[in-house]
C-alpha cells in the first residue's frame, strides 16, 4: 500500500498546504492539481507576455519552501503545474535546489501542447491547444528515478495513477486497478473538498479548523482508502466522498486516456472516522481519442448592474433596458448585449437590501471600442434622468478581453508523449493497444429497475428538495453538472433513491431550473452511489471565461437545486416533524 496526498486542487489553493502535508504524517507521495480550462487561459495570457513563463507561479513559492523538506521525508512529488511550459518549470526547480544545495532528481513529461499543429488539426485561431495525457508518463519517470515530476496537461487523476503505476508495475491491461487508482485521483485531486469542503452537509462538521488535504491509500489491488492527516480539520465520510465521485462528471463512464472507469461498480465503505474504503472498481478498455482544451480569444467584454429598489420593479427594469438600448444603438453598438434581472427583492422589506433587485447589462464586442467609454458612459449619464433611486454596485471600468474554450478529440496514436530527464534523454510513451470506439465507451450500464411505486407513494410534503438530498455542481467547458444523492446515514436510502430516480426526469428538472428549459440533458442514475448525475449542456455558454450567469462555474447550482420545493413522500422524509 502507499500514500499518496494532495496539497493543491486549483491554481491559488492554500500555499501552506505542501508544508503542512509534509509535517502531518507519513507520505510515499505528494501531489498537486493546478490546471483548469480557465488556468490554462490564465497561463495562456501568461507565456504572451514571457516566453518563459507559462507554468504555476504559487507551485515555485511551494517547493521553495518545501522541497528540502520532502527530500529529508523520501516524500516524491508529482504536480501538474507545469501548465503550458513544464520544461521551464522543471528548469526553474533545478535551480532552487541547487541553490538550496539539494540533490534532486527533476523529469517532466510533456507532448499535450498542440499548438503548433493547430492548422493540422482543424483547430481554428487558438491561444492554447492541450491534449489530456495519461499516467504512464509520470509512472516512466518515477521509474526513472525521479523524486519530482512535473507535467503539462495530464488528466487531473493521472498525478495519483502515475505513482500507483510505478510502485505496483500495473500494464496497460491492468484495467481494474488503474480504474481503481482513477477514482482516487478522482476524489483526491481537488483537494479539501473530499474532506467537508463545498459540502452540502457541512453543518454535521466540525469547520472550526483549516480543513485537512486528503490522502488516499491505495493498494496493489486497486482498493483505496480515502482519509487525512489526525488533528486536521473537517471528515472524510462516505458522503463527502460522494461528492467528490459525482463532481464534474457525466456518464456512468468516466473516460481517460488510460481507462474507462466504471462509476457504477464501487462500493463505499466507513471503516473508522475518516476512512473511507472504495472497492469493487472496474474498468475498461479506454477510448481511441483523448480531449483537447481550446481558448481561444473571444472578444472584448464589459458589464454593469443597477440597483432597483422598492415598488415597481418591472417597470424601473424596463424604463432604464429603453434609455441604454436607444442609447448605445446610437453610437457604436455592442455586438451582443444580455439582461439579467434578479428580483433579490421581498415585499414588506425590513432592510433596503432586501426591498432591492439586481439588473445586470452585459456587452460583447469583438473590438474594444463598443464596450469601453462609450458603455460606461450610457450607463453613467442617465444617473438624473431614469428610474427613481438609480444607484449601480460600481461604476462601469473599461472592456476586458475574455476567452472562450471548447473541447476536441484527436486520436491517441496523434499525441506525444515524452519524458524528459533531467539529463535531457528523452523517452516517448507509447500509446494504449486496447482501445474501445467512443461510441461504445460512453454507454451506461442499464440501472435496477425503480422499485414498486407503493413502496414510496403516498402522503407528500411540500419541502426543499434538499431536505432529502445532497448536491454538488460544476463546470467541465461550457457544461454543467449536478450530482444528487442520498446522504448515507438516511434510513431507508435505497426507497429514497428509487423516489429520487423516478422524480428527478427531464420534466422535473427544467421545472426546477429554468435556465435548462431549453438546453439538451443527461441523467444517469448512479445506483451504487445512491446519486443521480444531471448534465446541462451550453448553461455556462463558451466556458467560465465567457460566461455572463451569476454563478459561471455552476458551483452554486447544486445548491440553488436543493433550495427548490418539491412534494417528497413523508415517509422519505427522516424528521418530518422538525419541517412543519
Given at each position: 500500500?502507499?500514500?499518496?496526498?494532495?496539497?493543491?486542487?486549483?491554481?491559488?489553493?492554500?500555499?501552506?498546504?505542501?508544508?503542512?502535508?509534509?509535517e502531518?504524517?507519513?507520505?510515499?507521495?505528494?501531489?498537486?492539481?493546478?490546471?483548469?480550462?480557465?488556468?490554462?487561459?490564465?497561463l495562456?495570457?501568461?507565456?504572451?507576455?514571457?516566453?518563459?513563463?507559462?507554468?504555476?507561479?504559487?507551485?515555485?513559492?511551494?517547493?521553495?519552501?518545501?522541497?528540502a523538506?520532502?527530500?529529508e521525508l523520501?516524500?516524491?512529488?508529482?504536480?501538474?503545474?507545469?501548465?503550458?511550459?513544464?520544461?521551464?518549470?522543471?528548469?526553474?526547480?533545478?535551480?532552487?535546489?541547487?541553490?538550496?544545495?539539494?540533490?534532486?532528481t527533476?523529469?517532466?513529461?510533456?507532448?499535450?501542447?498542440?499548438?503548433?499543429?493547430?492548422?493540422?488539426?482543424?483547430?481554428?485561431?487558438?491561444?492554447?491547444?492541450?491534449?489530456?495525457?495519461?499516467?504512464?508518463?509520470?509512472?516512466?519517470?518515477?521509474?526513472?528515478?525521479?523524486?519530482?515530476?512535473?507535467?503539462?496537461?495530464?488528466?487531473?487523476?493521472?498525478?495519483?495513477?502515475?505513482?500507483?503505476?510505478?510502485?505496483?508495475?500495473w500494464?496497460?491491461?491492468?484495467?481494474?486497478?488503474?480504474?481503481?487508482?482513477v477514482?482516487?485521483?478522482?476524489?483526491?485531486?481537488?483537494?479539501?473538498?473530499?474532506?467537508?469542503?463545498?459540502?452540502?452537509?457541512?453543518?454535521?462538521?466540525?469547520?472550526?479548523?483549516?480543513?485537512?488535504?486528503?490522502?488516499?491509500?491505495?493498494?496493489?489491488d486497486?482498493?483505496?482508502?480515502?482519509?487525512?492527516?489526525?488533528?486536521?480539520?473537517?471528515?472524510?465520510?462516505?458522503?463527502?466522498?460522494?461528492?467528490?465521485?459525482?463532481?464534474?462528471?457525466?456518464s456512468?463512464?468516466?473516460?481517460?486516456?488510460?481507462?474507462?472507469?466504471?462509476?457504477?461498480?464501487?462500493?463505499?465503505?466507513?471503516?473508522?472516522?475518516?476512512?473511507?474504503?472504495?472497492?469493487?472498481?472496474?474498468?475498461?478498455?479506454?477510448?481511441?481519442?483523448?480531449?483537447?482544451?481550446?481558448?481561444?480569444?473571444?472578444?472584448?467584454?464589459?458589464?454593469?448592474?443597477?440597483?432597483?429598489?422598492?415598488?415597481?420593479?418591472?417597470?424601473?427594469?424596463?424604463?432604464?433596458?429603453?434609455?441604454?438600448?436607444?442609447?448605445?444603438?446610437?453610437?457604436?453598438?455592442?455586438?451582443?448585449?444580455?439582461?439579467?434581472?434578479?428580483?433579490?427583492?421581498?415585499?414588506?422589506?425590513?432592510?433596503?437590501?432586501?426591498?432591492?433587485?439586481?439588473?445586470?447589462?452585459?456587452?460583447?464586442?469583438a473590438?474594444?471600442?463598443?464596450?469601453?467609454?462609450s458603455?460606461?458612459?450610457?450607463?453613467?449619464?442617465?444617473?438624473?434622468?431614469?428610474?427613481?433611486?438609480?444607484?449601480?454596485?460600481?461604476?462601469?471600468?473599461?472592456?476586458?478581453?475574455?476567452?472562450?474554450?471548447?473541447?476536441?478529440?484527436?486520436?491517441?496514436?496523434?499525441?506525444?508523449?515524452v519524458?524528459?530527464?533531467?539529463?535531457?534523454?528523452?523517452?516517448?510513451?507509447a500509446?494504449?493497444?486496447?482501445?474501445?470506439?467512443?461510441?461504445?465507451?460512453?454507454?451506461?450500464?442499464?440501472?435496477?429497475?425503480?422499485?414498486?411505486?407503493?413502496?414510496?407513494?403516498?402522503?407528500?410534503?411540500?419541502?426543499?428538495?434538499?431536505?432529502?438530498?445532497?448536491?454538488?455542481?460544476?463546470?467541465?467547458?461550457?457544461?454543467?453538472?449536478?450530482?444528487?444523492?442520498?446522504?448515507?446515514?438516511?434510513?431507508?436510502?435505497?426507497?429514497?433513491?428509487?423516489?429520487?430516480v423516478?422524480?428527478?426526469?427531464?420534466?422535473?428538472?427544467?421545472?426546477?431550473?429554468?435556465?435548462?428549459?431549453?438546453?439538451?440533458l443527461?441523467?444517469?442514475?448512479?445506483?451504487?452511489?445512491?446519486?443521480?448525475?444531471?448534465?446541462?449542456?451550453?448553461?455556462?455558454?463558451?466556458?467560465?471565461?465567457?460566461?455572463t450567469?451569476?454563478?459561471?462555474?455552476?458551483?452554486?447550482?447544486?445548491?440553488?437545486?436543493?433550495?427548490?420545493?418539491?412534494?417528497?413522500?413523508?415517509?422519505?422524509?427522516?424528521?418530518?416533524?422538525?419541517?412543519?
Amino acid at each position: 500500500m502507499i500514500r499518496i496526498g494532495n496539497c493543491s486542487g486549483y491554481y491559488g489553493d492554500r500555499l501552506s498546504a505542501m508544508r503542512e502535508m509534509l509535517e502531518g504524517g507519513q507520505l510515499d507521495y505528494l501531489t498537486g492539481d493546478y490546471l483548469a480550462e480557465l488556468t490554462m487561459l490564465i497561463l495562456g495570457r501568461d507565456r504572451m507576455k514571457d516566453a518563459e513563463l507559462g507554468y504555476a507561479k504559487t507551485f515555485v513559492k511551494q517547493m521553495t519552501e518545501s522541497m528540502a523538506l520532502a527530500k529529508e521525508l523520501g516524500v516524491k512529488i508529482v504536480a501538474n503545474a507545469g501548465g503550458l511550459n513544464p520544461a521551464a518549470l522543471a528548469a526553474k526547480l533545478r535551480e532552487i535546489a541547487t541553490e538550496q544545495g539539494l540533490d534532486l532528481t527533476i523529469a517532466h513529461v510533456e507532448g499535450d501542447d498542440l499548438i503548433s499543429r493547430a492548422e493540422d488539426f482543424h483547430f481554428g485561431t487558438v491561444m492554447t491547444a492541450n491534449a489530456y495525457l495519461g499516467a504512464f508518463g509520470i509512472a516512466s519517470a518515477l521509474e526513472g528515478g525521479a523524486d519530482v515530476v512535473v507535467t503539462g496537461r495530464v488528466t487531473d487523476a493521472s498525478v495519483v495513477v502515475g505513482p500507483a503505476i510505478a510502485e505496483f508495475g500495473w500494464g496497460r491491461e491492468d484495467f481494474d486497478q488503474l480504474a481503481g487508482a482513477v477514482v482516487a485521483g478522482h476524489v483526491i485531486e481537488c483537494g479539501t473538498q473530499a474532506t467537508g469542503g463545498n459540502f452540502s452537509g457541512f453543518t454535521e462538521l466540525d469547520m472550526s479548523m483549516p480543513l485537512g488535504f486528503p490522502i488516499a491509500e491505495i493498494s496493489a489491488d486497486g482498493t483505496v482508502v480515502v482519509t487525512k492527516h489526525e488533528g486536521t480539520g473537517g471528515a472524510v465520510t462516505v458522503d463527502t466522498v460522494t461528492a467528490q465521485l459525482v463532481y464534474e462528471v457525466g456518464s456512468a463512464v468516466y473516460l481517460g486516456p488510460d481507462v474507462s472507469t466504471r462509476l457504477d461498480t464501487m462500493t463505499l465503505t466507513q471503516e473508522a472516522p475518516d476512512r473511507v474504503a472504495i472497492t469493487g472498481v472496474t474498468g475498461e478498455a479506454p477510448p481511441e481519442t483523448t480531449k483537447v482544451c481550446l481558448n481561444a480569444f473571444g472578444g472584448f467584454r464589459n458589464s454593469v448592474e443597477f440597483l432597483l429598489t422598492g415598488l415597481d420593479v418591472p417597470a424601473k427594469a424596463e424604463l432604464i433596458r429603453t434609455q441604454m438600448d436607444g442609447a448605445l444603438q446610437a453610437g457604436n453598438p455592442p455586438e451582443s448585449i444580455e439582461w439579467q434581472l434578479d428580483r433579490t427583492d421581498v415585499g414588506d422589506p425590513a432592510t433596503e437590501a432586501q426591498g432591492t433587485a439586481l439588473l445586470r447589462c452585459h456587452v460583447k464586442s469583438a473590438e474594444p471600442g463598443p464596450v469601453g467609454r462609450s458603455f460606461s458612459d450610457a450607463a453613467i449619464q442617465l444617473a438624473l434622468a431614469s428610474y427613481p433611486g438609480f444607484s449601480v454596485t460600481r461604476p462601469p471600468a473599461g472592456g476586458t478581453a475574455y476567452g472562450i474554450y471548447r473541447p476536441a478529440y484527436v486520436p491517441q496514436t496523434m499525441v506525444p508523449h515524452v519524458v524528459v530527464a533531467a539529463d535531457g534523454t528523452r523517452t516517448d510513451i507509447a500509446p494504449p493497444t486496447t482501445i474501445t470506439p467512443i461510441l461504445d465507451a460512453t454507454r451506461t450500464r442499464l440501472e435496477a429497475a425503480p422499485a414498486a411505486e407503493g413502496e414510496w407513494l403516498g402522503e407528500t410534503l411540500r419541502v426543499p428538495l434538499g431536505r432529502l438530498a445532497y448536491a454538488r455542481s460544476g463546470d467541465k467547458g461550457g457544461d454543467a453538472n449536478v450530482g444528487v444523492w442520498i446522504p448515507e446515514g438516511h434510513p431507508d436510502r435505497v426507497a429514497a433513491h428509487d423516489w429520487l430516480v423516478d422524480f428527478l426526469d427531464e420534466s422535473t428538472v427544467r421545472e426546477l431550473l429554468p435556465e435548462a428549459a431549453t438546453l439538451d440533458l443527461e441523467i444517469h442514475p448512479l445506483a451504487n452511489l445512491k446519486a443521480v448525475n444531471i448534465v446541462i449542456h451550453g448553461l455556462l455558454g463558451e466556458g467560465v471565461a465567457s460566461s455572463t450567469r451569476l454563478d459561471p462555474q455552476a458551483k452554486g447550482l447544486g445548491e440553488w437545486l436543493r433550495a427548490r420545493d418539491c412534494a417528497i413522500p413523508t415517509t422519505l422524509l427522516p424528521a418530518v416533524e422538525d419541517l412543519l
